[in-house]
């Protein structure tokens, strides 16, 4: 890279960095949040409840987004590393491809939280914190199997190949659907977490499967736009099961579009992860393992009411 599109680069994150945060009070802690992008609501949430809590605790806090960008997620570590970041909690933008960011905080003496995705090594990170997705999977799963009464024909929407979430959801979804000769996969795809390519893919695949019973979508903004284009298809019947517990597929099981969603305890684990932040920076450790797993919740329309922003009310 030559030296001027270093300093773009440079320069680019650093505006990103003030635009989002202003400037920092001299000599007060701050901790740096990390997610993708705050289109999807799941990852607003683990940003606003992180920077909310860190600032209950006597915090400042950057809060920034990667948009799933390892490049820009590296810039975004170095303009932490630079400004003297006290901790940083991070969604991050890949297993593989985050681990050398989270390397490099550690070895600037930053303490890395991760929250919702693990890397694919130990002991760099000094906290991952991440929803039982295995557990989630096979309890949606076991709801959809419920719903279509164990029989009948159906098409997977799959996340993004590169998240390890998407392949563990995608795996605990079969070890359950698998099990049952009557339910027979006619269609599967992955739409990168997207409700527009959600929708596009699905329409597609529906003008050879019309007779689709179910669908089944690694995440809620893929099953809502699952829904919409089973709607448009006059097939708004068929039975739609997601995966997150968003406040837009809650409202859509309450409208009976959606049948059922399972919820991760985003705020939670956005809660968990400042707290052992704040933990490790005044006690010196957690106090708890690296690796740390939180059970996922069925959303029904017997339970919707119960639930808000990613967590009961």
Known sequence: MNFRRFASLAIAACALWVSACGSAPPGKKYIAIITPSHDNPFFKAEGETAASHAAELGYRTTVNTHDDDAQKQDQLIDVAIAD??????????GADASVAAVQKAKAAGIPVFLIDREINVNGVATSQIVSNNYQGATLGAQEFVRLMGEKGNYIELAGRESDTNAAIRTRGYHDVLDKYDGLKMVGHQSAN???TEAYQKLETMLQANRDVKGVIA?????ALGAAAALKNAGLDKVIVVGFDGSPDAIASIQAGAMRATVLQPAATIARMAVDQAHQYLTKGSTGVAEKQS???????????DQYGLFGKR
């Open 193 to 195: 977490w997207s409700q």
């Open 84 to 93: 003297k970041a006290s901790a940083i909690v991070l969604d991050n933008a």
């Open 294 to 304: 939180i059970d996922c919740e069925l959303v029904t329309p017997a339970n919707a």
């Open 218 to 222: 690694g995440n809620d903004t893929m």
